[in-house]
Every structure is written in structure tokens, then in C-alpha cells.
T-cell receptor, first 113, second 113 residues
């Protein structure tokens, strides 16, 4: 079946460091790709999506570019803050209505002040 | 803006017990979802309801029932709680055809003794 792989289970950085979280996918068709962020004690929040090859999604200083050839959608942020400490989920859907999201296992980001 | 309310926040049950989790949203969204979140496994879709009076199984529906009582509410029943089960159940909603942008509640944490 369709799947999303996030290779880093946990990432620890210091403030102002550059963040990369890797996301690769396997899908039977041409999926839309997403990033969600979950802060402690809250539900996940939609960060952004990309629907076609080479499209860049971005929000709150985070960005990711859809790479169909590499089947990737890596999340990056140039200068992290302590407030970026959270769990980040990559997800995909092949359903045009976006009803059935398949999530990765999540990457916990811990930013030290 | 709107909000998703999940009750109870914490639920402790006994093995074999039938347990019901409730979700209310005031976004006036057509579509609602139930996910299960386990450490190391990400989010997995249990049930969703595209509109009032609709019910669709997700990838993890076995052992669960769901009911869409009205547009604003969606309940999930664990039909027979499993001993040592521990997970967070997340409710979400979206506009119909929301293209993957879903709004999540804070979750109900289930512990089965």
C-alpha cells in the first residue's frame, strides 16, 4: 500500500540551527503531500501542502519542495527557535478530496535555547 | 475560527469494556474523522464521515464502531477494550473536498487496565 517514511525519529538542535527532516513516499499514483505539526498537548495542525512535481509549499518559515523523481518532500527551516519544538508529520493522499491521509510516524524536534 | 472539543480528555477502562469517545466541532464542516495515534506509528485513520448520514471505514476500523449523530458531532466506540492498550484518539474535521487540510482536536488518551 501507500506509505510515508520519515527517517529521523528525533532531532535535537540549538536555536538558529538549520533544520532538515527527511520524508520519502511510496504511492501507486500521483499523491498530494503535506506537512503537519503537533505541539505538546495539542492535536496536529496543517502546515502546508504541495500537489505537483517541483511545487514548493511553505508556512511559518518552513518549506518543502515536491520531488517526484526522488519521491521526497523534505521539510526545512533556516533558523529554528525553541518554539519550533514539536512533532512533525509528513503525509500523503491519493484521494482528490483529501479525505484519506496516510501519515508518517512523525519526527520529534527538540530545540535547545 | 472554530474549535473541536473531545470528551473525555482521559479515559480509563477495563479489558473487554465498551467505551465511547465523543467529538464536537463548530466549524460547520461537512467531513469528520477519527484517528488513532500510537507512539512510533503515527496517525492511522479509523473512520470518517464525508457528510451527515455517511460513514466510511479507514485502515484501522476493526474493533471500532462510529456514529455521526449530526453535522457537528461524531462518536467513536471501542467495542471491546484490549488489556494494556494505550493510545490517543484524535478527532478532526474538514470542509468537504478539503484537499487534505484537516483541523484536529486535542485528543482523548485511552488507558486499558
Amino acid at each position: 500500500g501507500d506509505s510515508v517514511t520519515q527517517t529521523e525519529g528525533q532531532v535535537a538542535l540549538s536555536e538558529e540551527d538549520f533544520l532538515t527532516i527527511h520524508c520519502n513516499y511510496s504511492a501507486s499514483g500521483y499523491p498530494a503531500l503535506f506537512w503537519y505539526v503537533q505541539y505538546p498537548g495539542e492535536g496536529p495542525q496543517f502546515l502546508f501542502r504541495a500537489s505537483r512535481d517541483k511545487e514548493k509549499g511553505s508556512s511559518r518559515g518552513f518549506e518543502a519542495t515536491y520531488n517526484k523523481e526522488a519521491t521526497s518532500f523534505h521539510l526545512q527551516k533556516a533558523s529554528v527557535q525553541e518554539s519550533d519544538s514539536a512533532v512533525y508529520y509528513c503525509a500523503l493522499t491519493l484521494n482528490s478530496a483529501g479525505n484519506k491521509l496516510t501519515f508518517g510516524i512523525g519526527t520529534r524536534v527538540l530545540v535547545r535555547p | 475560527g472554530g474549535i473541536i472539543t473531545q470528551t473525555p480528555k482521559f479515559l480509563i477502562g477495563q479489558e473487554g469494556q465498551k467505551l465511547t469517545l465523543k467529538c464536537q466541532q463548530n466549524f460547520n464542516h461537512d467531513t469528520m474523522y477519527w484517528y488513532r495515534q500510537d507512539s512510533g506509528k503515527g496517525l492511522r485513520l479509523i473512520y470518517y464521515s464525508i457528510t451527515e448520514n455517511d460513514l466510511q471505514k479507514g485502515d484501522l476500523s476493526e474493533g471500532y464502531d462510529a456514529s455521526r449523530e449530526k453535522k457537528s458531532s461524531f462518536s467513536l466506540t471501542v467495542t471491546s477494550a484490549q488489556k494494556n492498550e494505550m493510545a490517543v484518539f484524535l478527532c478532526a474535521s474538514s470542509i468537504r473536498g478539503g484537499a487534505g487540510e484537516q483541523y484536529f482536536g486535542p485528543g482523548t488518551r485511552l488507558t486499558v487496565l
